[in-house]
């Protein structure tokens, strides 16, 4: 299996160290420019910095307060940046393993003359032909032009068993810094220098590349226009306060200014993002924009392929039944002998059934004589003691019994065609002229989707089926796995016909494929996840690419996206209602003095306006670092409804950012109060 | 706070109630250019303002175009309403022979009665020849209000169409809201008011001598029409400067009833008729419910804190529960000013029926911060629903993300483009009003206009700017506006108050009408429900409450506090 997504230990110094040194590398104002909120923040800490270095000079006893107003400020800063240093650091973790394999690889090119010449894998240009063979690492994305190999993909994927890489078909596309392990192939690079897949989830990873995603960008101009407003109220108040004679410093009104502004969001935005491609990238899935994770939060409709998405794959014994005066285990034994040399899935599946649900043993005698499956006979079965078992496709061995089609018992028509019916296939046994039974044959959904469904369901999303079947075994297919609809016998068109229609009537489609006839459907659909077994073409008209190649992946995919948008409304919506309780300790501080009358205002009963002013900051400082494995972890995610997600969502983190404040500030400032820091 | 006042209050609102349904889907009818009852009547007259001026009706406009046309009517109202006023000593209908208005008050003047504002920093009786009345202010109120209701249809047909550049045509919804639905009303409103008492006469004023013996000018003139679409088009403009509290403007109980009523009519019906044209009566009805539920705790806290008094004059041995009377008409006690101070300002009307600066310092927060809250509840016709909306959009920003999705609003999606306009209009009245109180009350000359010293004085300025930049138009009294300053000044808060308002929402009108109309899917934000009129309460009071409060806090807080420790100023 691959590896399981484990998300590193929040506290590993080997991330910390490394992170608090780049915090401080990205206290830069060109860097922080990015972050509107921070670099307001920022501002703001350098003028009173000033002020602080202005007050030790001319008025020490009021250096103080300053002093430790700009302390904070500065640490609310470098919290923020904090934040983003910690999700880039574990990103990064992630990512340098795959690195580590990618440097210092030497390819041996094919040069036009036929020659082969060593070169160094980031010199690779592409459409260079390279030759690997067993025990060379492949030196970037490629297609396979000549020759089969099996590789070794486990760096990437973490499966470790062998997969096979050969010329043509769907399964030609190979990775960077994954191992050959038998024979020789040809490979022709497909990627340029640095866009591979390895580079691009590097790319997205750290900060420096990452580009703002569209609601990223969105919920950053709410941010700044409160910022704006914040700023604007500040500067105001000091000419307000001016007409009743109180003359605001710029210490306090600076306190104001960065307590009201969205810090808390503003810090952590950016660490929400990076941690929610981590989180993608822990589930082996690659995604080439951060703008395909936000979409797949947005997904309207999934594409599902019936075939080891929804069910097994292959189809499987589920009952043996018996006709006339045959009982149930002697069809069962019958079968199970004449599925002896029976070595597909199907067979083997009838042999569990008879013996494990029938308890027969397979016996030890050899078979006198094998009957193996043919397209012409469309039977199989064994000779054996004298007996002559058959078992295979009805009208094939009614046939073989010599028995007319219409001189079958009725019984026996109707068990198949009842199994017909439900979407299952019916294999008639018999042995010699005697017609035994029936066996039941059928697409197993795999335990446990239908309970998935039925929570995406409950989310909104629709589930399609995608099926070469015929309708009515899709349509039973369907009903038993309880998918909202299905395209029965799709073709790649089909399929990108119905998300054209889909995406018309502004529905938002994820699809996973790995063939390059899906390669059209992929780039069409919102959200294409391609195989990372399937060929080029579906990788590069995909917008992720899975690692492990598992279909149900969509949805874990659709599940993180979601998780994504959660946490950046959940902290948004927190942020903004804590600045409800810092009025109530500031502006009662700020005009006590003048209006004693409003300490009416002060309800948390903070102990003095410098002490509250103080708190105030102090609380928005570290409410930020306290907030920061929520925001890598993302919050907790559920299947439900809207409304139900925002019940609870809203009570948690509206009513608690309301309520939670009032009582920070009010411990800060009796921990204030009794260090006398005031 | 006595059962009698609660059951007056509750009456109204449900007479309110009452008429929102049929005069919702009126208008829904009549911006959907169907057939309606007055049609056989009006529609050969609409097709015939078509002709005369070239407009083909059944070209519609882009938001750009549809804006452009709405601000040159604006303008083109402006230059008239200025011009009669400067001109008004050499045009008819002067019986008093009243001079040519100043220029900076003309300014205010125009640009007051354009922005559906009505700030008056004139006396009507004393400054205004019937004509300028009927002709310039009356005229704008009939405009400004049809304005309005244009911008708030075109916004509801963005989010009713789907991928669309177009909007509808500005000449047609302006014209259909003033032929279809304002002046019929106000013909009728007109009526009932002369019916009641109302002067409508082209006579100059009356002189009569008292029972001592003085000679007493009794200002008359058409006051009934005007009358009704100051209340109708939320408008608030009095004939005379007391406003609403003259027994001419109204005379009876009934009067004042029907005043407040005629006010939240069209306003409340309007959002109604939003429901329906993009397909959601029940989003109507949420929006309207917030509305109330905001409203209505507004008229209690002013009426509980106008009950309660002043304790230092029941210390003074007044009789406490006889409340605080200052300022108010005793034909209409408490509870009925308490109504009419909460719906002025919760509408965007500005009509007072009672002085809002003798109000208490909690009884006098109220108005003003319903006005900074930006008139929403229900607000002015049109501008109120507009102005609601981009609250919805913002809320549904915000608290949108928690569910896991790109924040839908009736399945328009809501992304960065829209909320650099929503943040655009959202930053227009903090700027506005906390702008020209912070320089007011820094400028010495400005502050020699204030009536009162301390906070109160403060007060009069916030207000001032609140009202102008909200295009309320309610004045709280005390403070002397008519000055070069404070006509320059609060003339600028209303032109951007209204105007650098309403292009950034029709700006993401133009968005969202291009936008695919998402079908709702139970992963679709519910904006439906009660859940969402506490989320949308909640966000319109925070982000109000956040902006306004350290200013609210020097003024009528601070006011209230200290009374309760027996100092007024």
Not at chain 1, 363 to 368: C, F, G, I, L, V
Not at chain 1, 608 to 628: E, G, H, T
Request: with cysteine.
């Amino acid at each position: 299996m691959s590896h399981k997504p484990v998300a590193p230990s929040l506290v590993d110094p080997a991330i910390l160290i490394p992170a608090a040194r780049d915090a401080v590398l990205k206290l830069d104002p060109r860097k922080l420019v990015r972050n509107p909120v921070i670099f307001v923040t920022e501002a703001v800490a350098v003028v009173v910095t000033v002020l602080f270095l202005r007050d030790l000079w001319a008025r020490p006893a009021e250096a103080g307060f300053s002093g430790q107003i700009a302390a904070w400020l500065w640490f609310t800063v470098i919290f923020a940046t904090f934040a983003e240093a910690v999700a880039e650091g574990r990103g990064r973790a992630q990512a340098d393993s795959l690195k580590r394999t990618k440097s210092d690889l030497t390819a041996r090119r094919l040069a036009a003359n036929g020659e082969i010449e060593p070169i160094p894998a980031t010199m690779l240009k592409i459409g260079d032909v390279v030759i690997v063979e067993a025990g060379e690492l492949i030196p970037s994305d490629g297609e396979v032009v000549e020759g089969a190999a099996s590789v070794n993909e486990s760096a990437i994927t973490g499966e470790s068993a062998p997969v096979i890489r050969e010329s043509g078909g769907d399964r030609s596309a190979v990775t960077g810094g994954t191992q050959v392990l038998s024979d020789m192939i040809k490979v022709k690079i497909t990627v340029a220098p640095g866009s591979s897949f390895v580079d691009r989830m590097i790319g997205l990873i750290e900060g420096a590349q990452r580009q703002k995603t569209p609601n990223e960008i969105a919920l950053s101009i709410l941010l700044s226009g409160l910022t704006l407003i914040f700023l604007f109220v500040a500067v105001t108040i000091w000419g307000l306060a001016g007409y009743s004679g109180t003359v605001l410093s710029v210490t306090v009104l600076a306190a104001l200014l960065v307590t009201l502004i969205p810090t808390t969001i503003g810090g952590l935005l950016s660490a929400i993002g990076i941690a929610g491609m981590d989180r993608l990238v822990r589930f082996n899935v690659i995604a080439t924009s951060g703008r395909a994770v936000e979409a797949a939060g947005d997904v309207d409709t999934l594409l599902l392929d019936k075939t080891g998405t929804i069910t097994f794959g292959n189809r499987m014994a589920t009952d043996f039944v018996a006709i006339s005066d045959v009982t149930p285990g002697e069809v069962a034994e019958a079968a199970l002998l004449a599925s002896l040399a029976d070595d597909t899935p199907e067979g083997r599946s009838i042999a569990a059934l008879a013996t494990g649900e029938y308890g027969f043993k397979a016996p030890t005698r050899e078979a006198d004589a094998v009957v193996p499956f043919a397209a012409e006979t469309r039977l199989s079965g064994v000779d054996l003691a004298g007996r002559r078992l058959r078992k295979g496709a009805v009208d094939a061995v009614l046939k073989f019994a010599g028995i007319a089609h219409s001189d079958a018992p009725a019984e026996f028509h109707q068990a198949v065609e009842r199994i017909a019916r439900t979407g299952g296939t019916p294999l008639a046994v018999a042995d010699g002229s005697r017609l035994l039974g029936v066996i039941h044959l059928k697409d197993v959904v795999k335990p446990g989707i239908k309970e998935r469904f039925a929570a995406l369901r409950a989310m909104g999303i629709r589930t399609v089926m995608v099926t070469g079947d015929n309708p009515v075994t899709a349509a039973a297919i369907a009903s038993e796995a309880g998918v909202d609809d299905f395209l029965a016998q799709a073709t790649p068109e089909d399929k990108l016909a119905f998300i054209r229609r889909e995406q018309q009537g502004g529905r938002l489609i994820a699809m996973c494929g790995d063939g390059t006839n899906d390669a059209p459907a992929l780039a069409q659909a919102d959200v294409g996840v391609a195989m990372q077994t399937g060929t080029q073409a579906a990788r590069e008209a995909a917008n992720m690419v899975d690692l492990d190649s598992s279909p149900t992946k969509l949805i874990e995919i659709v599940e993180i996206g979601k998780q994504l948008l959660m946490t950046r409304g959940s902290l948004t919506t927190f942020s903004i209602a804590n600045d409800v309780a810092k009025y109530f300790a500031i502006i009662p501080a700020l005009f006590v003095a003048t209006y004693p009358a409003l300490d009416a205002l002060n309800i948390m009963g903070l102990s003095s306006p410098q002490s509250a002013i103080l708190s105030a900051v102090i609380f928005n400082a570290l409410i930020i670092v306290a907030l920061i494995p929520l925001a890598l972890k993302g919050v907790p995610y559920r299947a439900a409804a809207a409304s139900s997600l925002l019940r609870r969502n809203l009570l948690i983190y509206g009513l608690g950012g309301l309520v939670l404040p009032f009582a920070g500030i009010k411990a800060i400032d009796v921990a204030v109060t009794a260090l006398n820091l005031v | 706070m006595t059962i009698i006042g609660w059951l007056q209050i509750s009456l109204l609102f449900l007479a309110v109630l009452a008429v929102i349904k049929p005069l919702g889907l009126y208008m829904a009818g009549v911006f959907a250019g169907e057939r309606t009852l007055l049609s056989p009547l009006l529609a050969p007259i609409e097709r015939g303002f078509y002709r005369l001026a070239g407009v083909d009706q059944t070209r519609e406009q882009g938001w750009l175009g549809y804006t452009l046309a709405m601000l040159a009517l604006s303008l083109a109202g402006f230059i008239l309403l200025y011009g009669i006023l400067r001109l008004q000593a050499y045009l008819p209908l002067n019986p008093q022979g009243f001079a040519n208005v100043p220029a900076d008050l003309a300014f205010n003047t125009a640009v007051s009665f354009v922005t559906n504002t009505n700030w008056q920093n004139y006396a009507g009786e004393t400054t205004m020849s019937h004509f300028s009345q009927m002709a310039g202010l009356t005229v704008q109120n009939f405009l400004s209000a049809a304005t309005g209701m244009a911008m708030a249809v075109a916004l509801t047909r963005a989010f009713a169409r789907s991928q669309v550049s177009v909007i509808g045509n500005f000449w047609v919804d302006f014209t259909r809201a003033t032929l279809y639905v304002l002046l019929p009303i106000s013909l009728l409103m007109a009526v009932v008011f002369v019916s009641m008492g109302v002067p409508q006469t082209l006579d100059a004023s009356a002189t009569a001598t008292t029972l001592e013996g003085a000679q007493q000018t009794i200002a008359l003139g058409p006051v009934a029409s005007q009358e009704a679409i100051k209340q109708l088009g939320t408008n608030g403009g009095g004939f005379f400067n007391a406003n609403a509290a003259h027994p001419f403007e109204n005379p009876t109980a009934f009067s004042n009833y029907l005043n407040i009523f005629a006010m939240l009519s069209i306003s409340s019906a309007l959002v109604y008729t939003f429901g329906q044209m993009v397909g959601s009566r029940r989003q109507g009805w949420t929006l309207l419910a917030t509305m109330a539920i905001l409203l209505i705790a507004g008229v209690g806290l002013v009426y509980w804190a106008e009950t309660q008094g002043n304790p230092i004059l029941g210390a003074l041995g007044l009789d406490p529960a006889q409340g605080n009377m200052e300022g108010k008409e005793v034909r209409f006690g408490q509870a009925m000013t308490a109504l009419y101070a909460a719906v002025t300002t919760g509408l965007s009307d500005g009509g007072v029926n009672g002085m809002h600066g003798s109000l208490t310092g909690l009884g006098g927060l109220v108005p003003m911060f319903l006005i900074q809250l930006g008139e929403v509840l229900p607000g002015g016709v049109g501008s109120g629903l507009y102005g609601m909306i981009v609250f919805a959009i913002l809320s549904v920003f915000v608290a949108g993300l928690m569910v896991g999705r790109t924040p839908e609003f009736l399945g328009k999606k809501i992304e960065g483009r829209e909320m650099k306009f929503v943040m655009l209009a959202v930053l227009i009245l903090p700027l506005a009003i906390l702008g020209f109180t912070a320089v007011s009350a820094m400028l010495p000359f400005a502050v020699a206009s204030v009536g009162t010293g301390g906070p109160h004085g403060l007060s009069e300025i916030l207000y001032a700017f609140t009202s102008a930049a909200g295009n309320n138009g309610s004045a709280f009294g005390g403070l002397s506006g008519n000055t070069p300053w404070y006509n320059t000044a609060l003339g600028i808060a209303m032109l951007v108050g209204r105007f650098a308002y309403v292009v950034p929402v029709m700006a993401i009108a133009g968005s969202l009408a291009g936008k695919v109309k998402l079908p709702t899917s139970a992963g679709t934000f519910p904006t439906d429900t009660p859940l969402f009129v506490g989320l949308l309460i909640g966000i319109i009071l925070i982000l109000g409450g956040l902006q306004f409060f350290p200013a609210l806090a020097l003024g009528p807080i601070v006011e209230h506090f200290a009374m309760l420790a027996g100092q007024t100023f």
